[in-house]
T-cell receptor, first 116, second 113 residues
Framework: GDSVTQTEGQVTVSESKSLIINCTYS????????LFWYVRYPGEGLQLLLK?????QKGSSRGFEATYNKEATSFHLQKASVQESDSAVYYC?????????????FGKGTKLSVKS | EAAVTQSPRNKVAVTGGKVTLSCNQT?????MYWYRQDTGHGLRLIHY???????EKGDIPDGYKASRPSQENFSLILELATPSQTSVYFC????????????FGEGSKLTVL
């Protein structure tokens, strides 16, 4: 089956420093999955941060970026300068491209703590 | 206005009791999903639905039932709750044939004693 592996556990970064959360995927039934980063802020539900459905393309939102690298099967999340408000749990996810059933397969989540 | 709302937000149940988690969406999406989130596991799909009257098993359906009586409502039912079902449950909705973007509720925290 499909799987997503991302930086595990908690990551602590000082404010204004750069961030990278690694994500690699295995899509055994599909060649070109759609890739997502979701974020869960404290006390809230998950919300979409960014998505990319075309290999080679880059998605960006709120200063975060991720590039769909088909050769490396990776979709790493990066930000040049984090803020305290970025503290949250980040999930990498994939889904089949096309079709009527858009099930998401999630990674285990990475908790980001930004310290001032 | 929140488009996916879950109830209850917090629930304490006893082992062997029946628990129903409810979800309502105003997105008019055909697909709805129930996930659970546990530390060390991320989100795992329990049941999903393509529309009213439809329910499908996800990756971890054992011990859970689902009901989709209408486009807007999707319930998750634990007939005989166990402590291993203590978790945070998320409902989501999404369009048929879309790229896979889902819209989540705020979560329901269930504790089974």
């Amino acid at each position: 089956g499909d799987s997503v592996t991302q930086t595990e556990g908690q990551v602590t970064v000082s404010e204004s420093k750069s961030l990278i959360i690694n994500c690699t995927y295995s899509a055994t039934s599909i060649g070109y999955p759609n890739l997502f980063w979701y974020v869960r802020y404290p006390g809230e539900g998950l919300q979409l941060l960014l998505k990319v459905i075309t290999a080679g393309q880059k998605g960006s939102s709120r200063g975060f970026e991720a590039t769909y690298n088909k050769e490396a099967t990776s979709f790493h999340l990066q930000k040049a300068s984090v803020q305290e408000s970025d503290s949250a749990v980040y999930y990498c996810a994939l889904s089949e491209s096309g079709g009527s059933n858009a099930k998401l397969t999630f990674g285990k989540g990475t908790k980001l703590s930004v310290k001032s | 206005e929140a488009a996916v709302t879950q109830s209850p937000r917090n629930k304490v149940a006893v082992t062997g009791g029946k628990v129903t988690l409810s979800c309502n969406q105003t997105n008019n999406h055909n697909n709805m999903y129930w996930y659970r989130q546990d530390t060390g596991h991320g989100l795992r799909l329990i049941h999903y639905s393509y529309g009213a009257g439809s329910t499908e098993k996800g990756d971890i359906p054992d011990g859970y039932k689902a009901s989709r009586p209408s486009q807007e409502n999707f319930s998750l039912i634990l007939e005989l709750a166990t402590p291993s079902q203590t978790s945070v449950y998320f409902c989501a909705s999404g369009d048929t044939g879309n790229t896979g973007q889902l819209y989540f509720g705020e979560g329901s925290k269930l504790t089974v004693l």
